[in-house]
């Protein structure tokens, strides 16, 4: 009787209404079908899907590692964006090499997290917003889009003006912030339909991108010649000598600008480019194993590319004062002397800064090296941000409109305000605002955070594949210091607003913040296996905890149950 009530309960709304859906015994979800889906084919980056060589009783195959490479480097373009290389410059210059551990755990920790968003996408064929849209309810749903759209928002804002800054230094500044942000905007239009021409064309690209990266940060580390015994130092002894609030702030800053929420739902949806037989348990292990080996060497490539920007501004500007730099741009023909006051308070660095003190020390080659290195980070990020926000809509809210109606749409949305601030903002005074959208984004991670741990421990979903006990635990326990170490870096920035109206703002956008928060910790509990959390009109019928969430879970297998 119970699972006939179940079955009745589950059967609205079924993905089985189609008789052509297959499911398989290792997901008890299946994506998303109705005879109007089929009709209009979803084409945003998985028009074509590659093929995965096959390679009888081989442990590791690098042909295979080679037709998983991708996705892992397109979501490890968010941990390079601007936001991350200012991060990483203010890093050198505050604190010197003593925070370098900090970046390697941070980059650590965002691993295991990734790790989690593409078992999600592997094992259920649908990626984070899916599930979400299908898991929740409905005003749940929306308050959670809205939530990562504003996170969305607050990247792309930075990455956008991160281009246009680049752009300025390379022109010498004839090129305004607002125009840089169109040209952005413009070849972003353009970059994203590269995908018509192929999708490893389109990866290729990105890996292009990651390159002049490379190289540009590269040479910025070999021009300045870092103490590597500084640097080896800082990367693996946990401890920072003499730092004050300055450096706790920076480096809770840092674990922000790394672990970035839209980059979850990112990652659990670029896995699916991957052809792979869901009905094989075979083959979801062994695509489990190269894409966390792929995820793997993508992050060690990026933690070199922020070792270098980190180690470059310790070894060149920690200590440094605005009168030694301003007395050194003096002697050289760099423009924009003007930046650096007179007087001994300790210097403030930003992107645009950074260039500028880098040409003064070391050359004009210095400045445009480094400006071509932070163009390619925020063209790459906007091109992966404009990807987020696409499969990020589409998930929520079901959205099946024309691919270019789709860009349009979530361009808009994150451009608008970057304009306003664009037309609006001096290029010289933009650090305000950076340290604002950092603090909207790190108040966004819960978002993903808590339902990823959510989904991918309910063997309802995961089958064979959920988290064990393990990774519920190291799981909970990570994602809750990294939210603990975000929430101190909110609270640290509302109390420099100094305004009795906007502390008022703040309490009541707190107690709303937290009451969600505490809605999904509540379901993450339960589905961690709390069993005593588990009441409530959605929980009364019965059910098992394991899949009191699910919507559309395969009905023969609730009657099994």
Not at 97 to 113: E, H, R, S
Not at 415 to 424: C, M, Q, R, Y
Not at 508 to 526: D, E, K, M, P, T
Request: with cysteine; proline share 4%.
């Amino acid at each position: 009787m119970k699972a006939q009530q179940d079955g009745d309960l589950l059967q609205e709304g079924s993905p089985h209404d189609n008789g052509d859906i297959q499911t398989n015994q290792y997901n008890s979800i299946s994506p998303p079908s109705s005879p109007a889906d089929l009709d209009q084919p979803f084409s945003t980056y998985f028009k074509e899907k590659v093929a995965i060589p096959e390679s009888v009783n081989q442990v590791f195959s690098f042909r295979k590692l080679w037709a998983f490479t991708g996705p892992g480097f397109l979501m490890s373009i968010a941990y390079l964006d601007p936001g991350n290389i200012e991060s990483d410059l203010q890093s050198g210059a505050k604190a010197g090499f003593k925070l370098l551990w900090v970046l390697l755990g941070a980059t650590i920790i965002g691993l295991l997290l990734q790790r989690l968003a593409a078992r999600l996408g592997v094992v259920t064929g649908m990626h984070l917003a899916e599930v979400c849209n299908r898991q929740y309810s409905i005003v749940p749903r929306i308050i959670l889009w809205i939530m990562v759209e504003l996170a969305i928002i607050g990247s792309d804002m930075q990455e956008v003006i991160g281009c246009a800054i680049a752009l300025n230094l390379l022109s010498v500044g004839r090129i305004p912030l607002w125009a840089g942000v169109l040209i952005t905007i413009t070849d972003t239009f353009v970059f994203l339909f590269l995908d018509k021409y192929g999708l490893r064309k389109l990866e290729a690209f990105f890996g292009f991108l990651i390159t002049v990266m490379a190289i540009s940060f590269g040479y910025e580390y070999v021009l300045v010649k870092p103490n590597q015994g500084e640097v080896l130092k800082g990367m693996f002894v946990p401890y920072c000598a003499g730092c004050g609030p300055t450096q706790l702030v920076q480096a809770v800053g840092i674990v922000g600008a790394v672990i970035m929420p839209h980059n979850i739902y990112l990652h659990s949806a670029l896995v699916k480019s991957r052809d792979i037989d869901r009905q094989s348990k075979k083959e979801i292990k062994e695509a489990n194993k190269y894409f966390f080996i792929e995820s793997t060497i993508a992050l060690f490539i990026s933690f070199l590319i922020n070792v270098f920007v980190v180690a470059v501004f310790a070894q060149a500007f920690y200590n440094k004062t605005n009168m030694d730099v301003h007395n050194e741009c003096n002697a050289t023909s760099i423009p924009h002397q003007g930046l650096f006051p007179l007087n001994n308070e300790t210097l403030e660095v930003d992107i645009y800064k950074g260039g500028v003190v880098l040409g003064c020390f070391f050359g004009p080659a210095a400045l445009y090296i480094w400006a071509i290195g932070i163009l390619a980070a925020g063209q790459s990020s906007t091109m992966t941000g404009t990807y987020s926000g696409q499969f990020v809509m589409e998930g929520f809210l079901n959205l099946r409109w024309s691919r270019f109606a789709r860009v349009l749409l979530t361009r808009s949305i994150a451009i608008t305000p970057t304009l306003l601030v664009a037309i609006f903002q001096d290029v010289q005074h933009l650090t305000g605002m950076n340290d604002f959208l950092n603090v909207l984004q790190s108040m966004q991670l819960p978002f993903a955070l808590i339902p990823i741990l959510t989904f991918t421990s309910l063997t309802s979903i995961m089958n064979d594949f959920a988290n064990g006990l393990f990774w519920k635990i190291g799981g909970g326990l990570v994602i809750l210091m990294v939210c603990s170490i975000n929430v101190y870096f909110v609270v640290v920035y509302v109390a420099t607003l100094n305004h009795v109206l906007l502390y008022i703002l703040a309490a009541l956008l707190s107690i709303a913040y937290l009451c969600f928060v505490g809605y999904l910790v509540w379901h993450c509990l339960v589905a961690l296996g709390v069993s005593c959390l588990d009441f409530g009109s959605r929980m009364g019928l019965g059910r098992h905890t394991d899949i009191y969430l699910l919507n559309d879970i395969d009905v023969d297998i609730v009657n099994e149950r």
